[in-house]
């Protein structure tokens, strides 16, 4: 079955960097976008982007424009989201998400990974 | 971007009683590009909803989703103790992707 395995939690000092890896298995890699979302400790998810796992294509949500740098190795079928500069109101636990049922890069998050939590604090 | 805003932000029911929630968006979705999740304490958000109105796999048909436009709303029909959790709507027909604050769901 599709599968998402995230790394471990991380506890970061502000302006530091983390970067968190998803596992895929169950499906080909290379058809289906992934989108990383994060969560804030009792609030809604926030979308922060989508990469093609095919080309390597990105695009980030404006706000995390000048932060978040999202990569893949096909050979692996993992993605990437690093994230820098880390500020304390980052502390979140951080999803991917593999988007389908849609058109294009427009789909639906049908399956997600368990989350990672980061803590950042000094 | 759109904002889409949930209502109410907590409903309690009593077990086999319907729940009804609503999600309105600052301007209309394209091509329905609407969707639910229902997130669990601890766990992760999961599929229920995509397409407005279709169900993902797996998912009980006491849950429908429905509406167009600006307006969506998610059914729970004979609600079960195992329901208890919090109701995410989502547009995903532009970006950014975004999410409602969300609606809570408990029982008496």
């Known amino acids: 079955q599709v599968q998402l395995v995230q790394s471990g939690a991380e506890v970061k000092k502000p302006g530091a960097s983390v970067k968190i890896s998803c596992k895929t298995s169950?499906?080909?890699?290379?058809?289906?976008?992934m989108h990383w979302v994060r969560q804030a400790p009792g609030q809604g998810p926030e979308w922060m982007g989508i990469?093609?796992?095919?080309?390597?294509?990105?695009n980030y949500a404006h706000k995390f424009q000048a932060t978040v740098t999202m990569t893949r190795d096909t050979s692996t079928s993992t993605v990437y989201m690093e994230l820098s500069s880390l500020r304390s109101d980052d502390t979140a636990v951080y999803y991917c998400?593999?988007?389908?049922?849609?058109?294009?890069?427009?789909?639906?998050?049908?399956?997600w990974g368990q989350g990672t939590l980061v803590t950042v604090s000094s | 971007d759109i904002v889409l805003t949930q209502s109410p932000g907590t409903l309690s029911l009593s077990p086999g009683e319907r729940a009804t929630l609503s999600c309105r968006a600052s301007q209309s979705v394209g091509s329905g590009y609407f969707a639910w999740y229902q997130q669990k304490p601890g766990q992760a958000p999961r599929l229920l909803i995509h397409g407005a109105s279709s169900r993902a796999p797996g998912i009980p048909d006491r849950f429908s989703g429905g509406g167009s436009g600006t307006d969506f709303t998610l059914t729970i029909n004979r609600l079960e103790p195992e329901d208890v959790a919090v109701y995410y709507c989502?547009?995903?027909?532009?970006?950014?992707?975004?999410f409602g604050q969300g609606t809570k769901v408990e029982i008496k």
């Open positions: 998400a593999r988007g389908a049922y849609g058109s294009g890069t427009y789909g639906a998050f049908d399956t």
């Open positions: 169950g499906y080909t890699f290379t058809s289906y976008y």
């Open positions: 989502q547009q995903y027909g532009s970006s950014p992707r975004t």
């Open positions: 990469i093609y796992p095919s080309g390597g294509g990105t």
